[in-house]
Structures are given as structure tokens and as C-alpha cells.
């Protein structure tokens, strides 16, 4: 078994690669350039393979030369406030689509991609991997849902077993800085101006290290399906920033002082992740945990953020 992973020094694959190593999993990681992965990680000996996804149309002779059994594929556009509309969504479907049917024309075993919990809408709802129908609502999220059926239909034809993790709110060292976590904690350190939250609205955080260990444990086992990768806690924004408050020795009012829940519709994303728990997966870090553990960090940031 041998794993195949693209988009190694984003958020997410930063904390991917540790755990596959921590695993003690055999693997090989794509990047568009090999240099700035080198720098990003500190995880050594890594097999780290050049490739640009949108620019490299024929991903056969790299395949042939790696030899992975598994591919693991995170690669996207997340920039905040950029990814929800644009048009490089769709070039990434493409792009994803035709490397995918590469690997599994290669004789790749299984296919485990990174959805998102968007796939469902953003409208009020638990969300169940086995019931909730899908409903995106924006470039992002439609292309997501669009590489889902067009890679299951490709699976089914090469026999390659594809799971699909619809990933809820993950949060961590690392993540860009106008995220809303590194935000609440910038504004009560005094780094930027206090702002305006949606205090009654309900986001399912998750911590990276668990993402990681859930898309790994995907991975591992093979199997067809769609997983949810969520705590299946639903916290109201105006906990969190009393929870970010506390950690940093603040007071909430700072912020919640200038919210208000107003007249608009709540918003809330919660996710059941029953079907991954099934693989013996189950979150280990508290979100009291989690923010504790970032604000006593001294990388809380991506440097790019």
C-alpha cells in the first residue's frame, strides 16, 4: 500500500502528512513546487514528486514512476474570501476529473477526495451522510458536488473503491488569518479591530489533527462511501467567541457587544458522522481544547494568512 497525496502544503496536508507518518504509512506527496513543501513541513524523508494540477495534462508517466496504490485528494483553491465564486472551481473539476481516471487507469486501488459540507447548502440542517440530499449553493461547493458523481462513475467502471469526505469546519495551526477562529483571537490581542459576528449562528468546528486522522483512516480501509468529517457538535458562534475569550484572558463583550442575532434566518451547519465512526474514528480534541492549545502557540497562523 502506497498513498498518493496532492495538495501536501495546504492546511489540511500539512497535518495529513504527519499523521500518514505518524502511521508509519508508506506515501508520496504532489506540489507545484517541491521547494516551498520542503520549507512548509517538518516531517523528513518525504517523496515529494513536482506536479501542477491545472498545468500538467498528463499525469500518466508521474503515476507510472510513483506506483501508489491510494490516492488522497485535497488539492483546491481556498483562498477566503476568493474560492466561493470563482471560476478556477470549475478548471479544478476538470483538472481533478482527468487525474483521477488517470490513477485509476494506472490500476490505483482507492480514491479518497476532500468534499465539503457545502455540498449540502448552506440553509439551517443536521446534516446525514445517508439521508441529506445535496443542494450547493455556490462555484465552490457546486464543483465539489460536481467531481463526486463524475469521479463515482469513473470508480465504478475501473473497479476502484472511492471515498468522499464532506469536511465541516476544520480549524488548527496554520489556517489563514482572516479565518474566523485566528480572527477572534487577533482581536483580543488588540492585532486588528474588533468586528461584528453572527452570534446565534451554528458552525460544527472540528480540529485539524482530527480531519487528518479521519481522511487517513478513509484511506485505509477502503471502502465505498460518503463520510462526513464533523465533531457532530453544533456551537453557536457567541460560544466561541466566549470560549476564545476565556483562553486569551478577555472580555467576550469586546465582540458580542457589537453583535446581535438581528431579524435574518440562523445559520447551521452540523454534520453525523456515524459512518466514519463505524471505521473506529472518533474526535479526540475538544474545541475548549482545541482554541486553548492555539492560543498558546506560537505558529497560530499560516504566514501566507
Request: hydrophobic share 40%; aromatic share 8%; with cysteine.
Amino acid at each position: 500500500m502506497r498513498i498518493l497525496l496532492t495538495g501536501a502544503s495546504g492546511f489540511l496536508g500539512k497535518y495529513l502528512i504527519r499523521q500518514l507518518s505518524q502511521d508509519g504509512m508508506l506515501f508520496s506527496v504532489l506540489a507545484r513546487n517541491d521547494l516551498a513543501v520542503r520549507a512548509l513541513l517538518d516531517v523528513k524523508g518525504i517523496d515529494i514528486h513536482q506536479f501542477d494540477l491545472l498545468a500538467d495534462v498528463n499525469p500518466r508517466p508521474l503515476l507510472e514512476t510513483v506506483e501508489a496504490t491510494h490516492l488522497i485528494h485535497l488539492a483546491w483553491f481556498t483562498k477566503p474570501g476568493q474560492f466561493w465564486e470563482a471560476d478556477v472551481n470549475q478548471d479544478l473539476y476538470l483538472a481533478s476529473r482527468n487525474f483521477i481516471e488517470a490513477f485509476c487507469e494506472s490500476g490505483g486501488k482507492c480514491v479518497t477526495v476532500a468534499g465539503t459540507c457545502f455540498e449540502y447548502g448552506s440553509s439551517p440542517r443536521s446534516c446525514d451522510e445517508a439521508t441529506a440530499s445535496t443542494n450547493p449553493d455556490t462555484k465552490y461547493a457546486a464543483s465539489k458536488a460536481q467531481l463526486h458523481e463524475a469521479v463515482e462513475r469513473i470508480c465504478d467502471v475501473y473497479g476502484t473503491s472511492l471515498g468522499w469526505a464532506r469536511i465541516f469546519f476544520p480549524y488548527g495551526q496554520g489556517e489563514p488569518a482572516t479565518k474566523i477562529i485566528p480572527s477572534l483571537i487577533r482581536a483580543f490581542r488588540g492585532e486588528i479591530p474588533p468586528f461584528v459576528v453572527s452570534r446565534e449562528d451554528r458552525r460544527d468546528f472540528i480540529h485539524a489533527a482530527d480531519v487528518a486522522a479521519g481522511l487517513a483512516e478513509i484511506a485505509k480501509h477502503c471502502d465505498n462511501g460518503t463520510y462526513n468529517v464533523s465533531s457532530g457538535i453544533s456551537t453557536k458562534i457567541a460560544e466561541l467567541v466566549e470560549i476564545i475569550a476565556h483562553s486569551e484572558g478577555a472580555d467576550p463583550n469586546l465582540i458580542l457587544g457589537l453583535s446581535h442575532g438581528g431579524d435574518r434566518p440562523i445559520s447551521a451547519m452540523v454534520g453525523r458522522s456515524e459512518r466514519l465512526r463505524t471505521l473506529g474514528w472518533s474526535p479526540k480534541i475538544s474545541l475548549i481544547e482545541g482554541i486553548r492549545g492555539l492560543c498558546e502557540s506560537p505558529d497560530l497562523i499560516s504566514p501566507t494568512g
